[in-house]
């Protein structure tokens, strides 16, 4: 009886701790090619304070999960491509601060083919 309980309760706690398993995965989980490492070392500095980058759930502002794969940015309406999107990172939005000074050219591209992966 005694061992039969601490079976399943062995069982529950590690199915727990699987759920509650939120660790980061490392850029080769995630299939990265260099160039999009180098993007996602700049999302994770400069913008993961208030975007999400594999959930939609809202921070700041909204999560980016796949925001490549939709049609139209959901807040500002614009077709969601690499000309628009960049747009938004250089110039900001609202309480979204501008990153044109902040940023290289080649630092946006490399976290426009970043996001692509998200
Ligand atoms: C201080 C918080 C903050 C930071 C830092 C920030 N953003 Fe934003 N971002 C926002 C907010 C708030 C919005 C929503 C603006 C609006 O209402 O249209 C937004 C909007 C966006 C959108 C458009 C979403 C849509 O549906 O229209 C994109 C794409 C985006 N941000 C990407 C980025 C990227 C990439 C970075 C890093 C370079 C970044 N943001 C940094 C707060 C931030």
């Not at 939120?22 to 090619?33: F, I, V, Y």
């Not at 999009?36 to 208030?50: E, I, L, T, W």
């Not at 909204?62 to 690499?82: E, H, R, Y």
Request: aromatic share 8%.
């Amino acid at each position: 009886m005694a061992q039969k309980f601490a079976f399943w309760l062995t069982l529950a706690l590690l199915l727990a701790a699987t759920a509650c398993d939120e660790r980061r995965k490392s850029d080769t989980e995630l299939g990265l090619n260099p160039q999009q490492s180098a993007g996602r070392r700049v999302y994770d500095d400069q913008c993961a304070r208030c975007h999400e980058p594999y959930s939609t759930s809202g921070k700041k502002g909204p999560g980016l999960k796949g925001v490549f794969k939709q049609k139209f940015l959901p807040l500002a309406g614009f077709p969601a491509n690499d000309e628009r999107i960049g747009e938004i990172i250089r110039s900001g939005r609202k309480e979204m601060p501008g990153f044109g000074q902040t940023l290289t050219p080649q630092q946006i591209e490399d976290l426009l083919v970043y996001m692509h992966t998200l």
